[in-house]
């Protein structure tokens, strides 16, 4: 490939002219990270339509599974993403969670959920999915998330799946397999890794692929922030209630931080690259968290079969510098995946010209990624371009599954190794009382351990 190496603002500027569109979004190729990183000979990407709201149609009846902030949170998102969209039934494990999310949607929202289409227990999906839905919105902890999807997919209702969407290889495997039943019942399925929906991010990728600052060569992709919430064990807990409860804390639950948060940013440089690594390398540790069982950081470095390598490291813990890092280094320059190029002398030579705060008539206005990702969804509902990017998303959910097992071990962990293990996390059965075989134990690299 042919690359200009005069490379200038002015030319940056006089490209954003060319910028088309090919539809509107849903099903759209570039928002799928099935390309190899690259921009496909004499083949242009363009930016897709991004629609402020999705299209009127027939009232769409969706439940929500798992009432917490953020499914609370995705069931405002999918009621803000158009006309004729209701939430008609909730499910949970803990009357308190109904509560507030009931709460929530009658203030907010004004959408009272009748106590009939309210749901408790473990197999509350079950019967939110039988309630008469077309679409399910699926945000307990991740750990749940593939037996749930699989339902979902079997029942023919389209989904929105928070990430990540597994917590070990065998939970990816079984997404991955719903995934593809999905494809052949058109049903439609969206993430919520939310930068393939957001429009500075679509566009600053898009210019990268196109070869505007030359061929990928890297990544290096950081999340440093404070420690998340933790809940203190009560006496009257079970195990079961206590791990629930302190969800983000346990990896049987969460996957680890590396997984649970941080795959924002491994899903932003898996959709640049397009590709899988097929080794990783790693380390990671803890010093402040005062609950569970996971590490509060990480640092990996992920090996391509081309010889090019990623680096991904992140914290969580108090009283140390916080930032985030999405470069995507390429032979010409380097990206900052969040809306700016720069040449390799590190000069910016062009920004993502986001418009005024009150300017939402801009064609370059940046719609929420949080209601954005539920517009994109019920329009390819009532469009009949159909959405599915389950498989992208268990794919970078298995990325950060071969991070934290390469940390938690010390050894290095190959693709085809951590996409064939057998590892499964959690209980078999879930009760509300003693949880068998999972302490309260961190692990110890170059110690045998459960990964």
């Given at each position: 490939m042919k690359h200009n190496?005069?490379?200038?603002?002015?030319?940056f500027l006089k490209s954003s002219a060319t910028i088309g569109t090919i539809g509107v979004v849903g099903g759209i190729p570039l928002l799928s990270s099935c390309s190899s990183g690259q921009k496909d000979k004499g083949k242009e990407i363009q930016l897709p339509q991004l629609l402020n709201q999705a299209p009127d149609g027939k009232v769409l009846k969706a439940g929500l599974i798992g009432c917490g902030g953020r499914g609370t949170g995705a069931a405002i998102d999918f009621l803000n993403a158009g006309p004729n969209l209701q939430i008609i039934a909730l499910?949970?494990?803990?009357?308190?969670?109904?509560?507030?999310?009931?709460?929530?949607?009658?203030?907010?929202?004004?959408?009272e959920i009748p106590d009939e289409n309210c749901f408790m227990g473990f197999d509350s999906y079950e019967k939110v999915i039988d309630s008469g839905v077309d679409v399910?919105?699926?945000?307990?902890?991740?750990?749940?998330?593939?037996?749930?999807?699989?339902?979902?997919?079997?029942?023919?209702k389209h989904i929105f799946m928070e990430k990540p969407i597994a917590v070990d290889p065998f939970g990816v495997r079984k997404v991955l397999a719903s995934v593809k039943r999905a494809e052949t019942l058109n049903l439609n399925i969206m993430s919520g890794t939310i930068r393939r929906s957001q429009k500075d991010y679509m566009e600053t990728r898009r210019r990268v692929l196109n070869g505007e600052i030359g061929d990928i060569v890297g990544a290096n992709i950081i999340r440093n922030g404070g420690a998340l919430w933790y809940r203190s064990r009560r006496p009257e807990w079970t195990d079961m209630e206590y791990m629930l409860r302190n969800w983000v804390n346990f990896c049987w639950l969460s996957g680890d931080h590396i997984t649970e948060q941080f795959i924002h940013e491994v899903d932003v440089m898996n959709w640049y690259l397009g590709k899988n690594p097929i080794k990783a390398s790693g380390w990671g540790g803890r010093q402040r968290r005062v609950t569970g069982d996971q590490y509060d950081f990480f640092s990996i470095e992920y090996l391509y079969e081309n010889g090019m390598r990623g680096h991904c490291a992140a914290r969580q813990i108090d009283?140390?510098?916080?930032?985030?890092?999405?470069?995507?280094?390429?032979?010409?320059?380097?990206?900052?995946?969040?809306g700016k190029l720069y040449d390799l002398n590190g000069n910016m030579i062009w920004e993502y010209p986001h418009p005024e705060e009150n300017d939402t008539q801009s064609e370059w206005n940046v719609n929420?990624?949080?209601?954005?990702?539920?517009?994109?969804?019920?329009?390819?509902?009532?469009?009949?371009?159909?959405?599915?990017?389950?498989?992208?998303?268990a794919y970078s959910s298995l990325v950060t599954i071969m991070g934290r097992m390469a940390a938690y071990t010390g050894k290095d962990v190959t693709w085809d190794e951590v996409l064939n293990a057998d590892l499964y996390?959690?209980?078999?059965?879930?009760?509300?009382?003693?949880?068998?075989?999972?302490?309260?134990?961190?692990?110890?690299?170059?110690?045998?351990?459960?990964?």
């Open positions: 190496t005069q490379l200038s603002r002015r030319n499910g949970d494990v803990f009357q308190d969670k109904m509560d507030a999310c009931r709460e929530i949607l009658k203030k907010e929202k004004n959408v399910v919105l699926l945000c307990t902890p991740p750990h749940f998330r593939p037996t749930h999807v699989e339902a979902a997919v079997n029942a023919k009283g140390c510098s916080n930032g985030k890092v999405e470069q995507i280094n390429c032979s010409e320059g380097y990206a900052d995946a969040a929420n990624p949080y209601i954005q990702e539920h517009i994109n969804l019920v329009t390819a509902i009532r469009t009949g371009n159909t959405l599915n990017d389950g498989e992208d998303q996390l959690g209980p078999k059965t879930y009760i509300m009382g003693k949880v068998e075989g999972i302490p309260e134990v961190i692990p110890v690299a170059g110690v045998s351990h459960s990964e």
